[in-house]
């Protein structure tokens, strides 16, 4: 995100604020109490990205025959949870928006404070990681919370049937600025994708399908909040990243790594929530 241009970087914004505005108009009062009684859950998510995603980087740098610059990345990326694509994916499951939405926030949030320790602690050498801890806070606060809220309180002083058609309008909204910025940037991807080369790509593919799976497993019991986890697992935070890496790693190899890893990330997450969606449109023809 911080390598956009202007009209990419605006979309970006508004898929954001529109996504969690469709959340927040989704969710009540008791959805509220519901997902704050829900604690083993969210310690399980927690525990899925800050952890286990992070032994899975680490194992894989070691492990792999990776180039120093994408090995740092890998370690980047798996320290920095977050994903705030996947509301792309997540927001529209029925049931498990406002965990969805609660995740992007909650991961991003904590990932400005304990990504910088983690990244430390798995980095070679006396490596200082920068990170410009006000513009990560506000971007989160403007971004995610505020528009989170803001739709929670339209939600609670609207008629039912405004405040869900607001909430379908903000959703549509969000997934045509999403579409476009993929289409905007694409070019920009696909030279740090050839850039980064096959094998490196096929590492990083390794690395979403193993972090998917690790969310998927410490999901729960329901199908949604598995499918929610699985997608926020595996789509890191980026835009962190490169945040992170501007300041602290002179070498632009590692941004090129990382925006290509923001390009691998999103068809696999599309590919599983479109077999979600047909799956779940076939039992429920059966039911």
């Given at each position: 995100?911080?390598?956009?241009?202007?009209?990419?970087?605006?979309?970006?914004?508004?898929?954001?604020?529109?996504?969690?505005?469709?959340?927040?108009?989704?969710?009540?009062?008791?959805?509220?109490?519901?997902?704050?009684?829900?604690?083993?859950?969210?310690?399980?998510?927690?525990?899925?990205?800050?952890?286990?995603?992070?032994?899975?980087?680490?194992?894989?740098?070691?492990?792999?025959?990776?180039?120093?610059?994408?090995?740092?990345?890998?370690?980047?990326?798996?320290?920095?949870?977050?994903?705030?694509?996947?509301?792309?994916?997540?927001?529209?499951?029925?049931?498990?928006?406002?965990?969805?939405?609660?995740?992007?926030?909650?991961?991003?949030?904590?990932?400005?404070?304990?990504?910088?320790?983690?990244?430390?602690l798995a980095?070679?050498?006396?490596?200082?990681?920068?990170?410009?801890?006000g513009r990560?806070?506000?971007?989160?606060?403007?971004?995610?919370?505020?528009?989170?809220?803001?739709?929670?309180?339209?939600?609670?002083?609207?008629?039912?049937?405004?405040?869900?058609?607001?909430?379908?309008?903000?959703?549509?909204?969000?997934?045509?600025?999403?579409?476009?910025?993929?289409?905007?940037?694409?070019?920009?991807?696909?030279?740090?994708?050839?850039?980064?080369?096959?094998?490196?790509?096929?590492?990083?593919?390794?690395?979403?399908?193993?972090?998917?799976?690790?969310?998927?497993?410490?999901?729960?019991?329901?199908?949604?909040?598995?499918?929610?986890?699985?997608?926020?697992?595996?789509?890191?935070?980026?835009?962190?990243?490169?945040?992170?890496?501007?300041?602290?790693?002179?070498?632009?190899?590692?941004?090129?790594?990382?925006?290509?890893?923001?390009?691998?990330?999103?068809?696999?997450?599309?590919?599983?929530?479109?077999?979600?969606?047909?799956?779940?449109?076939?039992?429920?023809?059966?039911?």
């Amino acid at each position: 995100m911080f390598l956009m241009d202007t009209l990419p970087r605006i979309l970006t914004y508004l898929f954001l604020v529109t996504a969690m505005l469709s959340v927040g108009m989704q969710t009540t009062t008791r959805d509220l109490r519901s997902l704050l009684a829900s604690k083993r859950l969210l310690f399980r998510a927690l525990l899925a990205n800050f952890v286990i995603v992070r032994i899975i980087g680490i194992l894989l740098t070691r492990m792999l025959p990776l180039k120093p610059e994408a090995a740092v990345a890998f370690l980047l990326l798996a320290c920095t949870p977050g994903g705030i694509s996947a509301l792309q994916f997540t927001t529209k499951i029925k049931g498990a928006s406002l965990f969805a939405g609660s995740c992007a926030f909650i991961m991003s949030f904590l990932a400005v404070f304990l990504s910088p320790v983690l990244l430390e602690l798995a980095l070679p050498g006396n490596i200082s990681v920068v990170v410009p801890y006000g513009r990560a806070l506000l971007f989160i606060v403007a971004f995610l919370l505020l528009p989170l809220v803001l739709g929670m309180v339209a939600t609670s002083r609207l008629k039912e049937g405004l405040s869900g058609k607001l909430s379908k309008l903000s959703g549509l909204i969000s997934a045509v600025a999403f579409v476009v910025v993929i289409v905007l940037i694409m070019s920009q991807r696909k030279e740090a994708m050839n850039a980064v080369g096959k094998d490196a790509l096929l590492y990083m593919l390794l690395f979403i399908v193993l972090s998917m799976v690790a969310g998927w497993f410490m999901g729960g019991p329901a199908r949604e909040t598995r499918h929610v986890l699985a997608s926020v697992t595996g789509m890191r935070n980026v835009a962190l990243c490169l945040l992170i890496a501007l300041n602290t790693f002179p070498d632009p190899a590692v941004q090129t790594s990382l925006v290509a890893f923001s390009a691998l990330m999103v068809p696999p997450n599309m590919l599983y929530t479109l077999y979600w969606a047909i799956r779940s449109k076939r039992k429920a023809r059966v039911g």
